[in-house]
């Protein structure tokens, strides 16, 4: 059986983790893993309901999330971490604790995940500030750490997301998390799958819409994961609906 493995994502609101987290878990479930994300806003939901944004909130938080990965990874599953996790020490004790511990390092500047502002906090965040209340947003008013040694780190603002999981797929096999030919069968499978025409008709749609046929297009339109979506493209290619060229 493969090894289990936490993959831990940090980085400042805005700037990939759960959009990362979610492709990447894409592609393991594809090669059967068993594994789960625990998100930060969902973990604020449910298992640290309650909980604020000072730094012992946050630091609680944070190591609630670290113990659930590790009765995960030590059962062979997968654990996907997306939660902000500014603190470094926190997620360094994480690491001695669950020990298959992959840090990825989401990198994107503060002055891109705010021009993104995918939940409107930045600007809330600002406005506080303004008002002289703050409101202990990372990267605003709460500092953020940079990890020294993470195992990957994905410059969101200049990669594609099918670059950063094409690069954290390639590290989790060089670490040896990966059955050696998972990607392959997953691959296999893929070009054998049933597409269903409603989801071709869809990649058809997007890309033509999107004038270029890249799987970046529907990783972001579809919601699929890169394997799919570089299947979608086969398929419409070769039935000569898009071209390659
Ligand atoms: N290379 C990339 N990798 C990841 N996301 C990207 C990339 N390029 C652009 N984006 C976009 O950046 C945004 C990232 O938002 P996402 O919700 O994933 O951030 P987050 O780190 O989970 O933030 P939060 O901590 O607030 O949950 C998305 O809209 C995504 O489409
Ligand atoms: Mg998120």
New binding site residues.
């Given amino acids: 059986m493969a090894k289990g493995f936490t993959l831990w994502?940090t980085?400042?609101?805005?700037?990939?983790?759960?959009?990362?987290?979610?492709?990447v878990a894409q592609e393991l479930r594809a090669q059967g893993r068993l594994l789960d994300i625990l998100?930060?806003?969902v973990v604020r939901q449910h298992l640290s309901k309650g909980l604020g944004f000072s730094k012992e909130d946050r630091d609680t938080n944070i190591r609630r999330i670290g113990f659930v990965a590790h009765l995960i990874t030590r059962h062979g599953g997968v654990a996907i971490t997306?939660?902000?996790s500014p603190y470094r020490n926190i997620r360094d004790e994480n690491r001695k604790l669950i020990g298959d511990f992959v840090e990825v390092y989401?990198k994107?500047p503060l002055e891109e995940?705010e021009k993104?502002d995918?939940?409107g906090?930045y600007k809330k965040a600002r406005e506080a500030v303004a008002a002289g209340k703050g409101m202990q947003f990372t990267g605003i008013d709460d500092p953020y750490e940079e990890p020294a040694n993470a195992e990957i780190v994905?410059?969101?603002?200049?990669?594609?997301?099918q670059?950063?999981v094409k690069m954290i797929l390639d590290k989790l096999h060089a670490l040896g998390y990966l059955e050696e030919g998972a990607q392959a069968s997953a691959d296999h499978r893929a070009h054998h799958e049933y597409v269903p025409e409603e989801l071709l008709k869809k990649a058809e749609a997007a890309l033509k819409k999107a004038g270029k046929v890249h799987t970046d297009v529907l990783l972001?339109e579809l919601h699929v994961g890169f394997t799919t979506a570089a299947h979608l493209i086969d398929r419409l290619a070769e039935q000569g609906k898009v071209s390659l060229k």
Avoid: W
């Fill in positions: 994502f980085g400042l609101s805005g700037s990939g983790k759960s959009t990362l987290a979610n492709a998100d930060g806003d997306a939660a902000i989401a994107c995940c993104r995918v939940k906090l994905v410059d969101t603002s200049t990669c594609t997301v670059d950063g972001k």
